[in-house]
């Protein structure tokens, strides 16, 4: 349960739309940012105490990186933690030599070291990036930021409101639970829940909105493992217009259901009457932000060239089905997985390897191949969640067609790049191999992925 105590503790503050770093250039459709990862105080809330954290930029979130679409995105990454590193980028249809993947896709930046990441973005949306070394613990400290990439042609990108989920988990100085990171409860469970919902870095902010008109909302997790659940004051229909970056035909919905990794962008038609953002996963009701509107001149969106997404669902006559037979976890039926070549009780892998989760009767892990995929090929991965829990599964590298039961009682075929899959779920998630390399699936509930839930595709 998120607390209330400590919701009710902090007061709204102003907090800007979209912050850019100082250090950032555009020339010739390269933009070029610096991002240093390193220990960093950061305050939830005005008069709180400083927070220890690890951040990019010393800023949480951290810095929001723009750029257009067909620009090429460079970024001077140093490294100033006390352990190795990397950057993954999140939904972004990746060279698989920038997908940022320790061991599998580039050699981890070990402290004091740099690494140039320099690729180009194929696609509008939102999106973000993360460090994907024991994403379990880094993520938790804080190293994340948005991504953001607009069409040329979008003018009223300004007007855009970037809310930016984080949950944490905090003792009562403030201070992030070290002692529970990699608690075995957690990573057999539904994996670790913060008790503390923040907002852009913040706790209750107050966000600026435009005084009329319609207004876009880009929602975007990064919480470990929590399933959030929004509502907005007097129930305003929040209208999809985007998922996990790609635009998608336009549906509303009362509550919006944001997994660990997920982005929706909602339009709002009538920004004026925008007053609270509500949370409402738990039996308790928690406003997560307030809205106040600022001075703007109105705009209508159009989302007419939007409604379609980046490509169609391909045709699947002759596509390669991939089986995934995902088990274990509390509560499951898996007894024993084969892990390193050897088969061990599922006890033992707890006690003595904190694994937990195989696909396919195998512990998981940058070595586990999944399959081999010739390049072009259309792919199903046929994914059967054999699990007590939900999983946030996400597939490098390439979004995915997925015949949806996130929205309702009405099944929605939609491209994203991370599915939250129910318990017992059977779903297939269609995809054209069209990007060459060794790409991670996986769990983005982080303590899933590191006892065991993922694996490796590879594209040839
Ligand atoms: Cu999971």
Not at 68 to 91: A, M, Q, S, Y
Not at 181 to 189: A, K, P, T, V
């Amino acid at each position: 349960m998120i607390n209330r105590r400590k919701f009710l503790l902090s007061s709204s503050s102003a907090f800007a739309l979209t912050q850019l770093p100082s250090n950032v250039y555009a020339k010739n459709g390269i933009q070029h940012y610096k991002l240093v990862a390193e220990a960093a105080e950061h305050i939830f809330y005005p008069n709180a105490q400083k927070s220890k954290l690890s951040l990019y930029n010393q800023q949480s979130p951290g810095p929001t990186i723009h750029a257009v679409k067909g620009d090429i995105l460079e970024v001077d990454f140093l490294n100033l933690l006390d352990e190795p590193t990397t950057i993954h980028w999140h939904g972004i249809r990746n060279l698989n030599e920038m997908d940022g993947v320790p061991g599998l896709t580039q050699p981890a930046v070990e402290p004091g070291e740099t690494f140039t990441y320099r690729f180009p973005l194929k696609d509008t949306g939102l999106f973000w990036y993360h460090a994907h070394t024991q994403a379990w613990k880094q993520v938790t400290k804080g190293l994340y930021g948005p991504l953001l990439v607009r069409d040329v042609n979008d003018e009223t990108h300004h007007r855009d409101v970037l809310l930016v989920l984080d949950d944490w988990l905090l003792d009562d100085n403030e201070q992030l639970q070290l002692d529970s990171l990699g608690s075995l409860h957690d990573w057999s469970h539904g994996g670790r829940h913060g008790n503390f919902l923040t907002v852009n870095g913040q706790s209750k902010p107050n966000i600026a909105v435009p005084s009329n008109g319609q207004c876009k909302l880009r929602f975007l997790s990064a919480t470990n493992a929590r399933v959030m659940k929004f509502e907005l004051n007097k129930k305003i229909p929040m209208k999809i217009i985007a998922i996990d970056g790609s635009p998608c035909a336009p549906f509303a919905v009362e509550k919006l259901t944001v997994a660990p990794a997920q982005r929706y962008d909602i339009l709002v038609e009538d920004s004026s009457q925008l007053e609270e953002l509500i949370e409402v996963s738990t039996s308790e009701r928690l406003m997560a932000a307030s809205f106040s509107t600022t001075k703007n001149t109105q705009v209508k969106y159009d989302t007419t060239p939007l409604h379609r997404p980046w490509y169609p669902l391909p045709q699947t006559t002759h596509a390669k089905i991939i089986d995934i037979h995902m088990q274990g976890g509390a509560m499951g039926n898996l007894a024993s997985a084969v892990f390193e070549g050897e088969e061990k009780s599922l006890r033992d892998l707890a006690q003595n390897d904190a694994k937990l989760w195989a696909f396919n009767g195998e512990i998981g892990g940058y070595g586990l191949a999944l399959a081999d995929i010739a390049l072009g090929d259309t792919v199903i991965l046929r994914v059967w969640n054999d699990t007590r829990w939900r999983h946030a599964m996400h597939l490098h590298g390439q979004h995915f067609w997925v015949n949806s039961k996130e929205f309702g009682e009405q099944n929605r075929q939609v491209l994203r790049d991370t599915y939250l899959m129910q318990p017992s779920e059977k779903v297939d998630l269609i995809f054209t191999a069209d990007n060459p390399g060794l790409w991670l699936f996986h769990c983005h509930m982080l303590e899933h992925h590191a006892s065991g839930m993922g694996g490796v595709i590879s594209v040839t």
